[in-house]
DNA sequence: CACATGACTGACT
DNA sequence: AAGTCAGCCATGT
């Protein structure tokens, strides 16, 4: 069973996991943008694939905010329920239409504002 | 141990 | 402007 802090294993999905865990309610990010953060840009699958991996953590983390760079919710079937990520953004305030996040420029979050915080 | 797959992205044609 | 290709890295078979 992985935890947050098994570093033994791969610092590099702790990390995102982190990253993912601090994304304010109501803002979503991108997989890209995480990777970026983490000095690994070209490394966005492995951070889709933390979230696959997601359900193996003890601790959830809010995976729902995480879309790829279009705002599109391609890993909504990985959810309990192909509904369950789309209902999750739209009880904290986000749009959603055909699996697109509206106006998702202005709700998109990056992961430096954890530096600015 | 080697090959295939994937919640992605950027570059090239 | 839209479609295609290659890279990147961990996991599963």
New binding site residues.
């Given amino acids: 069973m992985k935890d947050f802090k098994d570093d033994s294993?791969?610092d590099?999905?702790n990390q995102i996991y982190q990253v993912v865990a601090q994304i304010p309610e109501g803002r979503v990010t991108?997989?890209?943008?995480i990777?970026?953060f983490l000095g690994?840009?070209?490394?966005?699958?492995?951070?889709?694939?933390?979230?696959?991996?997601?359900?193996s953590l003890a601790t959830p983390i809010p995976?729902?905010r995480?879309v790829?760079?279009?705002g599109v919710?391609?890993?909504?079937?990985?959810?309990d329920s192909p509904t369950t990520?789309e209902e999750k953004l739209k009880l904290e305030g986000i749009e959603i239409i055909e699996d697109q996040i509206q106006n998702f420029k202005s709700l998109f979050w990056d992961p430096q504002e954890l530096l600015a915080k």
């Avoid at 991108?30 to 943008?33: L, V």
């Fill in positions: 294993k791969s590099f999905f991108s997989y890209g943008a990777a970026k690994a840009a070209k490394s966005s699958r492995v951070v889709g694939y933390a979230m696959n991996a997601s359900h995976a729902h995480v790829n760079r279009n919710l391609t890993g909504k079937f990985h959810f990520m």
